[in-house]
């Protein structure tokens, strides 16, 4: 039996099928929560933001929002990571582009709508995560600050989107934000209590 203590690194298959797969998720977790018209935190929900103020393709803000965020990941999480990233941001700009008119939801009470984002992305981040990959922007300095001070990915991303829903609070429903946060606080409560490096050695 292999020791524990002797972390064996993904093949390139596990590695495609993982981001893969953490991609679909994200992009279907994206997907429920335009359809009900809730907003999220990090660098997505800037861009859920900015696309529901302006009419803008939420893929294009989005992959456009990442671009400054590449040099501090190749810097301080390395090339691979920085490199999966930009792929991952990419597809999950152009698979969030394909869905809606391929995947048509009906009625979702937006309660559920919030929950569902919530699970469906926090288990497609982590599914990266675990692959050494992320969707860029806030998730990175998240990342950073989990491997250099020992903080919670997770509990970092609440704290970034605290200030994200604060200022949403000026611009929507108050009703919408509190659904958008259950889901916001759904998605980052997956991630901080999964994503621990001393339960997983595979990378």
Known sequence: MRSRSTPTRHSLLEDLQGLGIGI???SL???VLTHVGLITGQTAGIAVII?????WSFGAVF??????????A???????????SVISVTLLSLVTEFLPGRLTLGHVDIWLGALAFG???????LGMFRHNGSLGGLGILALIA??????RAGYVQLAADAVIFTVALFLFATSTVLWSLFGAAVLNLVIAINHRRDRYVAT
């Not at 699970?119 to 497609?124: A, E, K, P, Q, S």
């Open 24 to 26: 679909f998720a994200c």
């Open 29 to 31: 977790g994206l997907h």
């Open 51 to 55: 696309s529901y103020l302006t009419n």
């Open 63 to 72: 992959f456009t929002i990442n671009l400054p965020f590449y040099w501090l």
């Open 74 to 84: 190749y810097r301080r999480l390395g090339l691979e990571f920085t490199v999966k």
């Open 119 to 125: 699970v469906l992305t926090g288990l497609g981040l």
């Open 146 to 151: 989990q491997d250099r001070m020992g903080w």
